[in-house]
């Protein structure tokens, strides 16, 4: 009887088995390929990445310690940008297709001669990848498709992230400098020693006009570089430094410029006038001997003769 039972056991455990597999809800069709990465390229490969709409492009390559914008002075781009158009863009889950065809492409704007943004992928003058993105369903939506492929996609990202222009992906930080261990003004030289800074005579600078001068310089902002008409009339002003700064064994000039409360910088190391907001312009041009050592405070006077002790 115990084995009658076990051997039962056994076949109900068998067709159990065998009505999961029967039942048990396959992934639909796709389902792998909706996993996959809208393109396979390796970021460390690509050295030159080439962002197109329908009248404008705008370039960028790496160098040795960073990537720029050859046709924007050379200039710094932001490293969180190029690191989103690097790995975070093209790893996106591609998901499901919605459409394939000629037309598709077109009516989504993603064809080879009808895009709102194209991605390209150098590596030296071998193109590695491209991705076309065009129309947007809904919000935070926009309709892809990758390099030489047919499908059109749908992915959560807006176009205006990729916009041609210059200004967006600079890195605004660019001229920002910590731990400077001496600046000169007009009429001041200070230096740090010990914890403190001094003047060239050993006094100790006030405390808060210097932390106001050099948070000026650690988180000083640029907004642009200044266009061709305003740089040429900047440089026609030969204005000189209104700060010379040192740190480490490198040494900077600010040059600092107000056109029609308009307000312009330039560092010696960088040949371009860059706009800065008033405020930044503020911090670094409003130092000066009166404020940096400021004379004894005249309301504290002596001991009034009614007050001696009788």
């Known amino acids: 009887m115990k084995r009658l039972t076990n051997n039962l056991l056994i076949v109900l455990a068998v067709q159990l088995l065998a009505l999961a597999w029967v039942f048990w809800p396959n992934p639909p069709p796709g389902a792998a390929d909706a996993e996959k990465p809208l393109l396979t390229v390796a970021g ?22 960073a990537w720029r914008m050859p046709d924007y002075h050379n200039l710094v781009v932001q490293d969180a940008l190029v690191e989103r158009l690097l790995a975070e863009l093209p790893g996106m889950n591609r998901g499901f297709p919605i459409a394939g065809s000629s037309s598709a492409k077109q009516r989504f704007e993603v064809a080879e001669d009808n895009f709102q943004r194209r991605v390209q992928y150098f590596a030296g003058s071998e193109q590695l990848a491209q991705l076309f993105l065009g129309t947007s369903p809904g919000f935070r939506q926009i309709h892809v498709r990758p390099g030489q492929e047919e499908q059109v996609y749908s992915i959560e990202f807006n176009s205006y992230d990729l916009p041609i222009n210059s200004t967006h992906w600079l890195d605004k930080t660019l001229l920002q400098l910590e731990a400077p261990s001496a600046i000169s003004g007009v009429d001041y030289r200070i230096h740090h020693s010990e914890d403190q800074w001094l003047g060239e005579d050993g006094v100790a600078a006030n405390e808060t006009a210097v932390e106001r001068l050099v948070n000026g310089l650690a988180s000083l902002r640029v907004t642009g570089a200044a266009d061709d008409d305003t740089a040429s009339i900047l440089e026609e002003m030969a204005a000189p430094p209104v700060l010379s700064v040192s740190a480490g064994d490198t040494a900077y000039d600010y040059h600092l410029y107000e056109i029609e409360a308009a307000y ?36 504290a006077a002596t001991e009034p003769e009614s007050a001696a002790v009788e």
Request: aromatic share 10%; proline share 7%; no cysteine.
């Open 44 to 65: 460390g490969q690509v050295d030159r990445l080439l962002i197109s709409a329908a009248d404008s492009k705008l370039e960028m390559r790496r160098d040795e310690d």
């Open 264 to 299: 312009y910088v330039r560092r010696s190391d960088i040949p371009v006038y860059f706009a800065l907001s008033k405020f930044d312009y503020d911090r670094l041009n409003d130092s000066n001997a009166s404020t940096l050592f400021p004379p004894p405070d005249e309301g």
